[in-house]
């Protein structure tokens, strides 16, 4: 699957190990060091990181279980995701929390793209480095699973969109299954970090 990422024509590939990752957090982001070193899991640290990274650089997200089903992104691609795009993950979610908002859907973040410093991205990184909801202070009543999903996964992400006014296009694929970055990519959920 990266391979394939890889060798997408047209597409400047950065690859980032674990050492990168901190690297890039201590050099470019020096007022999140302790926030991102205190984050209890490592799949935490890397969800805040993915936002980090393309708040800077800008670009497409992808984990590494994805597996792509074109051969070739375009540029007009790019730009029907207007500024940011993030998966539609499921259309009816089991999250109470969320359904307590009204909300029915999950936002994944396995893969997702963005203009450099983009509003929503910015919105969603201080939504978890303030812990909005209090899911790292108080994770009682929460598995570990959930504690990560609240606090820098999915859920994190879908509340930063119902709390904000940015303009986020939210792609599912034409024929809707769950895990899809619209008709590019299947998220084939290794489930690794767990």
Same mark, same amino acid.
């Given at each position: ?14 690859? +980032? ?10 050099? +470019? ?5 302790? @926030? +991102?070193?205190?984050?209890? /899991? ?26 792509? %089903? ?5 540029? *007009?691609? +790019? ?9 539609? *993950?499921?259309?009816?979610? %089991? ?12 936002? =994944? ?20 480095? /303030?812990?909005?909801?209090? @899911?790292?202070?108080?994770? *009682? =009543? ?15 992400? %879908?509340?930063?969109?119902?709390? /904000?006014? /940015? ?8 024929? @809707?299954?769950? =895990?899809? @970055? ?13």
């Amino acid at each position: 699957m990266q391979r394939r990422v890889q060798n997408l024509p047209d597409v400047n590939y950065i690859f +980032f190990d674990d050492e990168a990752i901190f690297r890039f957090v201590y050099d +470019f982001y020096p007022e999140h060091k302790d @926030f +991102f070193d205190k984050l209890p /899991t490592m799949i935490q640290k890397l969800d805040f990181w993915r936002y980090l990274a393309i708040f800077r650089l800008g670009g497409l997200y992808l984990d590494l279980d994805m597996d792509l %089903t074109v051969d070739r992104i375009s540029d *007009e691609d +790019f730009s029907g995701w207007g500024a940011c795009a993030f998966p539609l *993950e499921y259309e009816q979610n %089991t999250d109470n929390i969320l359904q307590n908002r009204g909300c029915q859907y999950l936002i =994944g973040n396995y893969a997702f793209y963005a203009e450099p410093q983009n509003l929503f991205l910015q919105e969603l990184i201080m939504h978890i480095a /303030t812990d909005k909801y209090g @899911f790292l202070r108080n994770p *009682e =009543g929460l598995d570990k699973n959930q504690q990560v999903y609240y606090s820098s996964g999915p859920v994190a992400v %879908t509340l930063a969109y119902l709390d /904000t006014n /940015t303009d986020v296009n939210i792609i599912a694929p034409r024929s @809707f299954r769950p =895990g899809c @970055f619209g008709d590019f990519a299947v998220h084939m959920m290794a489930g690794a970090w767990k």
